[in-house]
């Protein structure tokens, strides 16, 4: 079982970057995919989730109306678009699997800065 995140990196204040979680190693289409974060000295926290299935979205209130999730069955994949970026973003990104065991991948950094 792999889940593996890319696209963090070092973005402006107001600016955007989309992660991508390449999953492998499980029925992908049969899991809740959801995205963490974790600040330096704070603990890990719930960012958005999707359902599987019908895909239906959720979002804490700190990133609602700036982030997306998406997923692509095809591909394995879901994503974490995120938009209208703030220093307080910065943190580690967590992809996440549900459903009969729950999945973490490595986390990729996002540094929101100028």
């Known amino acids: 079982v792999q889940l593996v995140e890319s696209g963090g990196g070092l973005v402006q204040p107001g600016g955007s970057l989309r992660l991508s979680c390449a999953a492998s190693?499980?029925?992908?289409?049969?899991?809740?995919m959801s995205w963490y974060r974790q600040a330096p000295g704070k603990e890990r926290e719930y960012v958005a989730s999707i359902t599987s299935g019908s895909g239906v979205t959720n979002y804490a209130d700190s990133v609602k109306g700036r982030f997306t999730i998406s997923r692509d069955n095809s591909k394995s994949t879901v994503y974490l678009q995120m938009s209208s970026l703030k220093p307080e973003d910065t943190a580690v990104y967590y992809c996440?699997?549900?459903?009969?065991?729950?999945?973490w991948g490595q986390g990729t950094q996002v540094t929101v800065s100028s």
């Open positions: 190693g499980f029925t992908f289409i049969s899991y809740a």
């Open positions: 996440r699997a549900q459903f009969v065991r729950v999945y």
